[in-house]
């Protein structure tokens, strides 16, 4: 496996193109196609589709039926096969083809000199502009299935002149042996449109790739429509979608061409062309991911059941079935699709903007609805000043509002311990009094120091011992005060945990933070919590002073502020222990929602954080975070993830009821993610390491096989260096959410400290 190849990593590289269109001239119309089949080849292309009749041109009426044009048909479908001989990609392109005594508006399929396919339209449009049933006829029951091609074919293979050469005259499938799930099929123009679409029966017969070469004259609104269709076609069927409208050299007559390209992957889109190009030539590119239109489809099961609901009428027995292989390069052509550094927050700042409003109300209605069930108990909620806890309590606050009850029914607190900053305390007692909610001031430190010295902890006798238990003990603390408050004041314990923590154990199971009545955030990542809240500080949710407290807070850098530290000594950072979120929260979306490989993690990874001025960033975005990350930064935080999600799963299968919020994924054990507290994440590894090993960059290398540990606990062998070293027993089911303070092992590792955290 060459870890850069876009082909290993599975995807394909596909392209739409629309050349000038020379009217009733084939032979010229060839010529320019196979020119810019070239450039694709070039390029790494291994599918090419122009657009309907392409060969022809659409707008030629009546001289469809003349002789002297489909005589000069058939000679450009085999020069155009001669110039396929030494190039990469399947080429669609589009063709009136006689058959006996009718005509057929047909996408014939070439490659490396052979007609693998023509595939004929089945529905034709007579109606408005329309008039193709005055040339063309649909595939019948007198229609042959098989064409001989020999007198269009130039395969470099001998073969006696008299011999036939057959290819499928219907609806057909092609299967790309060597690029494992592209599986191509072609509906053409009308066939989209109708309510039971023939690219629908094709997805459902095991075609991954739609092809729709389509003419199209455009009016306003048209290329809007198209993009409607596509999107949902590619939707429906978990399928990539290809789609390509005629454009310059029709003639304007009566009509007008536009030259529409389109690229969709699953509803995404991947790529469009530019309309209205002067020259009419276009070529767009994307890289499709098979292997996640196939996970897709295994996930939602109810895909592969449609097909057998239709029995007898099985799609699968109305494709012709064709095979080959392209034998793509595999080495590094790049990636040309847009891979998004925050899955879970869109760049559009439009999107972003009805996202944070969707995800906020989702959280605030969940919450209004279990206390409404349970008897409208008061709220008990401990506030840090960091930003679950922050944001935990203006859902709160909101769904007060809506349940027109006084926010004098939240009853916050704020449990400073050893390592509290003033700067995190004042923040939080800030914003409490900003929205006018009571918030008390309970110091743990006095209980924290008597249970170290009931248990006989080291700290207690004056050695500065910060370990697990020592953070834990604070953590639990803060908790255990919380529960015993709400017993006290008749109320519910609300959880402020994020998603990414759970993804990665960073919670003090039982008796820590992990716990509570009811947890608001357990579906918000920790990348999109901090769009929300300045999405709720600038859209007038409250007061400009709830707003101003807010936008502090969000300045603030996220600590569990459990360990002391000295002046002039930087504070415990979360970051620093369990990896920045921005790559965790990539893992996690790649790996709960897309099922992906480590590897292909690792991929995609690089592609997006690699280099901090490409691509797009999410709209107010602090442009001092706009970090990148090297390979092997990637790879050594990876590691860690998978490390922590397969071992801390005992914390999830225990989780407190809370919504789920992102499209994305949740782990809540009763609704998207069920996986044995006991499994082992050591195959995710191994998958990650091979392919990586000896790659430049990933700090990988072969001597590091044996960092491949099989403790169940998930830790980092201490006598690996590549890995992140955190110390024996880090992640055993006693232990909290964080790493125990173990030896240095080098320079990269991350110092294993900040077991638990506050309640955030």
Known sequence: MNFHSLYDQGFARLAVATAPVHPAQPLHNAKEIASIAKEASERGVTLLLFPELSLSGYAIDDLFGQDVLLDEVETAIHELALASLDLLPIIVVGAPVRVNAALYNCAVVIHRGRILALIPKRHLPNYREFYEKRHFVTPGAQTPSFLDVSKWSASKEPREDSSPEYAPFASTLIEVEDVPGLVIAAEICEDMWVPVSPGSLAALAGASVICNPSASPITVGRAEDRRLFVRSASARLNAAYLYCAAGEGES?????????????????????????????????????????????????????????????????????????????????????????????????????????????????????????AIGKPKIIIGVSGG?????????????????SRPRTDILAYTLPGFATSEGTKSNALALCESLGIPCETIDI?????????????????????????????????RTDYLFRIANHRGGIVLGTGD???????????????????????????????????????????????????????????????????????????????????????????????????????????????ADASVGEWPAGFPEAERVSYSLEEIVKWERLFLRRFFSQQFKRSALPNGPKVMA?????????????????????????????????????????????????????????????????????????????????????????????????
């Open 252 to 372: 304007t007559s009566d009509l007008a061409w536009d030259g529409q390209t389109m690229i969709y992957e699953c509803g995404e889109l991947l790529a469009e062309g530019e309309r209205f190009i002067p020259g009419g030539r276009t070529l767009t590119i994307a890289d499709v991911d098979l292997e996640r239109i196939l996970n897709e489809r295994r996930r939602q099961n109810s895909f592969t059941d449609n097909a057998h609901y239709l029995g007898d009428h099985s799609p699968a027995c109305e494709f012709a079935r064709v095979r080959t292989r392209l034998n793509p390069a595999r080495t590094d052509l790049g990636l040309e699709r847009p891979v998004d550094r925050f899955p879970f927050v869109p760049d559009d700042p439009a999107r972003l903007a009805q996202d944070c409003y969707e995800a906020y109300s989702i959280q605030v209605s969940g919450l209004v609805q279990r206390l409404r």
């Open 499 to 609: 998603l990414s923590e759970l993804a990665l154990g960073w919670c003090t199971y039982g008796v820590g933070d992990q716990m509570s009545h009811y947890a608001v955030n357990t579906g918000v990542p920790k990348t999109m919590i901090q769009h929300l809240i300045r999405w709720v500080a600038t859209s007038g949710q409250f007061s400009d002073a709830t707003g101003e407290v807010l936008l502090s807070i969000l300045a603030t850098e996220i600590s569990p502020e459990l360990i002391p530290t000295k002046p002039g000594e930087k504070i415990q950072s979360t970051q620093d222990t369990i990896g920045p979120y921005n790559l965790q929260d990539f893992t996690l979306f790649h790996l709960l929602r897309r099922g992906a490989r480590p590897s292909k993690i690792a991929f995609l990874a690089e592609k997006a954080w």
């Open 445 to 477: 430190t006095p209980a924290a120091r008597q249970l170290l010295t009931d248990m006989g902890h080291p700290y207690a006798e004056g050695t500065n011992i910060y370990d697990v238990t020592f953070e834990n003990v604070q953590a639990g603390l």
């Open 664 to 760: 994305g994924g949740s782990l809540s054990p009763r609704g998207d993610w069920r996986m044995p507290s006991d499994a082992s994440g050591e195959a995710w590894i191994r998958e990650l390491e091979s392919a990586v090993r000896d790659v430049p960059g990933s700090g990988i290398a072969s001597v590091d096989e044996s960092c491949i540990d099989s403790d169940p606990s998930g830790a980092d062998s201490p006598t690996c260096s590549s890995g992140v070293g955190v110390g024996p027993g880090a992640d055993s089911p006693a232990c909290s959410s964080g790493a125990v303070v173990g030896p240095r092992i080098s320079s990269d590792d991350v110092l294993g400290a900040g077991a638990a955290k506050e309640n955030r």
């Open 387 to 403: 930003l679950d806890s922050t944001h935990a309590l203006i859902v709160a606050a909101r769904a007060m509002d809506l349940a």
